[in-house]
């Protein structure tokens, strides 16, 4: 297991990673050897399933759009791909291990990282948006089983945190963050 402190990941490099897709501009962080994108992703694709949180489009600029599964796995421009399981634990390692609880609390926005994770809240599978401002879910490419697949789900409210080993029905939102390859 690789460990750093945290000053040493505040010295990493920033940086922007711009879509040539639709223009918009991202902010970018190294992490240990990863490149991340800082930003929940906002592109809007031609096809697939995903959302506004509440439908409201003004959330997109903020939150980025929250992505079935399936398109999820899709929507990332060349250079870039939707993380892994054994990526994020490797990001996570950065920071004390998947079992440490400052381990998430530095990846979420104004903690150590630069990460920035937002509470982005999720849409649930009949179409409802719930914990806008509480909770947040990352989805990664790594399938549970048929109907499910891993995400990172950092849960706000209790100063909790509950990883990977956490998965979710492939219909429901929720945001993407990429990895550069």
Request: positive net charge; proline residues 2%.
């Amino acid at each position: 297991m690789m460990e750093m402190s945290i000053s040493k990941i505040n010295a990493q490099t920033t940086g922007t990673f711009k879509d040539s897709r639709d223009g918009k501009t991202y902010k970018t962080i190294k992490i240990g050897n990863q490149i991340w994108m800082a930003e929940n992703l906002a592109y809007k694709p031609s096809s697939g399933n995903y959302w506004s949180y509440d439908d409201d489009q003004s959330n997109v600029t903020k939150y980025g759009y929250l992505y079935d599964w399936e398109t999820a796995k899709k929507v990332a421009p060349k250079g870039w791909h939707l993380l892994t399981r054994a990526e994020f634990l490797i990001l996570l390692n950065n920071f004390g291990g998947e079992e440490d609880r400052e381990a998430y609390n530095v990846l979420l926005k104004k903690g150590e990282s630069n990460f920035n994770a937002l509470f982005a809240g999720y849409r649930h599978h009949m179409g409802s948006y719930s914990n806008k401002e509480r909770d947040t879910g990352l989805w990664s490419a790594t399938e549970s089983n048929p109907s499910l697949a891993w995400n990172c789900f950092i849960n706000g409210n209790f100063v909790s945190k509950r990883d990977m080993r956490f998965y979710n029905h492939k219909v429901v939102g929720l945001s993407v963050r990429l990895l550069k390859d």
